[in-house]
């Protein structure tokens, strides 16, 4: 496969996963509609669930990812559907790269988490890794 086409099915994997992500977004506001419903409460809008400048640009970004991860390993696989998964991953991989090589988060480092996750739950503590 040459380099083109392996970019870009790196980066419909990286868009696949993006649609992944806006799907759940639509359903978490689809179940709050349906119990603000229920109960008589005014309905969520849409735009609480949906930033019109950041998703795409996030989007836009994991496409990006996917295509360098389909030319990292473009040559080492045949055909296009692991090339797809290669960039589905793209961004996973890169996030825990640092991980790879020791430099994990401090707890001063430690970004800042929502107080509830989309189920209304508390999300779970991160793993932390220190240097030595």
Excluded at 10 to 31: D, M, N, P, S
Excluded at 90 to 96: I, P
Aim: aromatic share 6%; charged share 20%; proline share 8%.
């Amino acid at each position: 496969m040459d380099l083109v086409s392996a970019a870009g099915w790196g980066a419909v994997g990286g868009l696949i996963a993006e649609l992944c992500i806006g799907f759940q977004r639509v359903l978490t506001w689809q179940r709050k509609r349906h119990a603000a419903r229920a109960a008589g409460r005014r309905l969520p809008p849409f735009k609480r669930y949906f930033d019109p400048v950041a998703d795409p640009l996030a989007a836009a970004l994991r496409g990006l990812i996917g295509a360098g991860a389909g030319l990292l390993v473009h040559g080492q696989v045949n055909g296009v559907l692991p090339i797809v998964a290669t960039g589905y991953a793209g961004m996973e991989f890169l996030q825990r790269l640092p991980l790879l090589f020791g430099h994990g988060l401090t707890e001063s480092e430690e970004p800042e988490r929502p107080a509830a996750g989309a189920d209304g739950q508390e999300p779970q503590k991160a793993v932390e890794r220190r240097t030595p």
